[in-house]
Nanobody, 122 residues
Framework: QVQLVESGGGLVQAGGSLSLSCAASGLRFRSYAMGWFRQAPGKEREFVAAISWSGGSTYYTDSVKGRFTVSRDNAKNTVYLQMNSLKPEDTAVYYC???????????????WGQGTQVTVSS
């Protein structure tokens, strides 16, 4: 079955960096767009970034543009999210997801990981 496994979360001070990874199995990875979402306590899940199947197109929510970078390695079936200049408001559980096309709507994604916690202290 399809499995997406995130890793790399943790506790970091404001201004610091973290690199998240999402390893995929059970699907033809290079055929899928990949997205990153996050959900803070008491809030809805929100779009963070997405990348096309080839990696040639990337998309970001405005609040992370210039700070976060999404990339993928199709040979390793892995998508990454490099997060720099982290802010306390970036604190959330981060999820990766696989879908047929990059999208901001979480309903457009077919498979989800279990999430990894990112906590940014002030």
């Amino acid at each position: 079955q399809v499995q997406l496994v995130e890793s790399g979360g943790g506790l970091v001070q404001a201004g610091g960096s973290l690199s998240l990874s999402c390893a995929a199995s059970g699907l033809r990875f290079r055929s899928y767009a990949m997205g990153w979402f996050r959900q803070a306590p008491g809030k809805e899940r929100e779009f963070v970034a997405a990348i096309s199947w080839s990696g040639g197109s990337t998309y970001y929510t405005d609040s992370v543009k210039g700070r976060f970078t999404v990339s993928r390695d199709n040979a390793k079936n892995t998508v990454y999210l490099q997060m720099n200049s982290l802010k306390p408001e970036d604190t959330a559980v981060y999820y990766c997801a696989a879908g047929l096309a990059p999208a901001q709507n979480p309903q457009r994604y077919d498979a989800w990981g279990q999430g990894t916690q990112v906590t940014v202290s002030s």
